[in-house]
């Protein structure tokens, strides 16, 4: 049987948080990294740009390689375009992303939980069930957060001016206290120094990134079509396509920024 692989794919950088994860619960797959760069990002768009530019990342990597499964490594593409990718590849498996919000419910009854994510998500109908789910006992607290994006997709991780905007958007919501911070943007699991520095050694922070992982092991499993042996590999891919973003992306990978 020819190789295999699982497309992952972000509206950028974001998603290798998540990919991470995948190859520490898949370590014998195939992966398919697409980070669309050029237009990320992709949280202040419509959602019918966000759905536009998610399908036809996917369709240009679908028709060139035997694709098993594609995961949505982006809460907003998740938000805005899951549905449709599922409709377009009926055949496939697709796994999106959540929000970890039932996983701070359930480890924080009756707390403050603060969800960090980006305007797409957050007016989105999945976003808005997730809430009207949670919201009676637990007290969330949403919370948009523009400009984040542009200095990881920019490599900036460790400029101060990034810091400086974080603790602008976070340090309000602190204020009222908080028990939990969801990240429900696939790159803010690499600002989680900074946010825990902010937010203190006691509030949980969590993402989806794990969550996402197993899930695709289980729909893999489900559909007999995991990889149990041999070396597994990762193709880094790029609509930016220049020498530094893709240097950029191994360094986010292996955890070298």
């Not at 523009?146 to 990034?162: C, K, Q, Y």
């Not at 204020?175 to 911070?181: K, S």
Request: glycine share 8%.
């Amino acid at each position: 049987m020819d190789k295999q692989w699982i497309l992952v794919f972000d509206s950028g950088l974001g998603g290798i948080s998540v990919l991470r994860e995948l190859m520490a619960v898949l370590p014998h797959e195939q992966f398919l990294y697409v980070g669309d760069s050029r237009n990320a990002p992709y949280g202040g768009r419509s959602t019918q740009e966000v759905r536009q530019l998610t399908l036809a990342s996917v369709e240009k990597f679908m028709a060139d390689r035997p694709v098993k499964a594609v995961v949505v490594a982006c809460n907003t593409a998740t938000a805005a375009a899951i549905d449709t990718l599922r409709a377009a590849y009926p055949e496939r498996i697709i796994v999106g992303m959540e929000p970890a919000v039932k996983l701070a419910a359930d480890r924080h009854p009756g707390g403050r939980i603060i969800v960090m994510a980006t305007q797409v998500t957050l007016r989105e109908a999945k976003f808005c069930a997730l809430l009207d789910r949670f919201s009676g006992e637990q007290r969330i607290v949403p919370l948009p957060c523009p400009g984040l994006v542009e200095f990881i997709e920019a490599g900036r991780l460790h400029d101060p001016a990034l810091n400086r905007h974080l603790q602008d958007l976070l340090s309000p919501a602190l204020a009222g206290g908080a028990d939990a911070i969801v990240l429900g943007c696939t790159h803010f699991p690499f600002l989680k120094p900074m946010i825990r520095a902010l937010a203190g050694p006691e509030v949980d922070i969590l993402d989806g990134g794990h969550g996402t992982a197993m899930q695709t092991l289980h729909r893999l499993a489900e559909k007999q079509l995991l990889c149990s042996s041999g070396q597994g590999t990762v193709e880094l891919h790029n609509s930016l396509g220049t020498p530094e973003i893709l240097r950029l992306s191994a360094a986010l990978l292996h955890g070298e920024t």
